[in-house]
């Protein structure tokens, strides 16, 4: 991404909807999935952007971030100053660290890689046995716009073909859904819209909202957490998926055991 695009999302990402609300869903979640391993718990956050997550995923564990950006590595420390965070463009770059981890989130950054199968493998191996990984990304080609390509995405994805590529890359699906469902109609006439007025350069979606506006917005795109964690929605705008490395025939994986007992 443009190195003002960084700028905006540390300015933003600590108070517009978009990004307590999704936070506020991932984070409900990870709580749910989760099961803390007894001993060292490693958690690694990649594309860690401006590091608003590094704090919040610090509770689960020894947290660490990587990011392509230096001005998004700065940023991070800045937020995160417990967290080790490093300047990476992976997958094409090796991690500074040997370690495997319990936890990992890809939030938002598949969809800006060449081959999203080929850093899907490179993520399973990071993960240790039982470990988990957490991955968002934009939903449905059609919603496609000029923000798409402000923020240099190759894609957005069906729930179908990321569990296709989830799956070829050795990982089991524990939760797999569409969210931001219950905003998912007027965001796609504000895009449709925004296709037929669309001038100039491509412009990133995210922008200032009147303080009223992003208190409804947040609690509206906030409440799906509450429902996420009990049924998939059938549409959104993103998707959000829990998986983990694929067991042995026949072997209950750590997620399916949560699934049982939540």
Not at 79 to 99: I, M, N, S, Y
Not at 140 to 155: T, V
């Amino acid at each position: 991404m443009k190195e003002e695009l960084y700028h905006q999302m540390r300015e933003l990402e600590n108070s517009y909807w978009w990004y307590v609300a999704r936070r506020k869903i991932i984070l409900s979640l990870v709580t749910k999935f989760f099961h803390r391993p007894e001993g060292r718990v490693r958690v690694l956050d990649i594309g860690c952007g401006t590091g608003s997550m590094l704090r919040w995923l610090a509770t689960y564990g020894e947290v660490r971030g990587i990011d392509a950006s230096p001005v998004a590595v700065t940023y991070a420390q800045d937020q995160a100053p417990t967290a080790e965070v490093r300047q990476v463009v992976f997958p094409k770059e090796p991690l500074p660290w040997r370690d495997r981890y319990n936890l990992i989130t890809l939030l938002d950054v598949l969809e800006h890689l060449d081959d999203d199968l080929g850093a899907l493998h490179h993520v399973q191996a990071l993960l240790a046995d039982g470990g988990m990984l957490v991955l968002t990304v934009p939903a449905f080609q059609f919603l496609w716009s000029g923000h798409d390509e402000a923020h240099h995405h190759r894609r957005r994805y069906t729930r179908r073909a990321l569990r296709q590529k989830l799956e070829a890359a050795g990982f089991t699906v524990a939760k797999l859904s569409y969210f931001n469902s219950l905003l998912a109609l007027p965001i796609l006439g504000v895009r449709l819209l925004g296709k037929v007025l669309r001038r100039g350069q491509p412009a990133s979606d995210l922008r200032r909202s009147p303080r009223s506006v992003n208190a409804v917005l947040t609690r509206v795109f906030g409440f799906e957490r509450f429902i996420l964690r009990f049924i998939s929605m059938p549409v959104g705008v993103s998707i959000i998926a829990i998986v983990e490395r694929a067991a042995p025939l026949g072997t209950a994986t750590a997620l399916e055991v949560a699934r049982l007992t939540n």
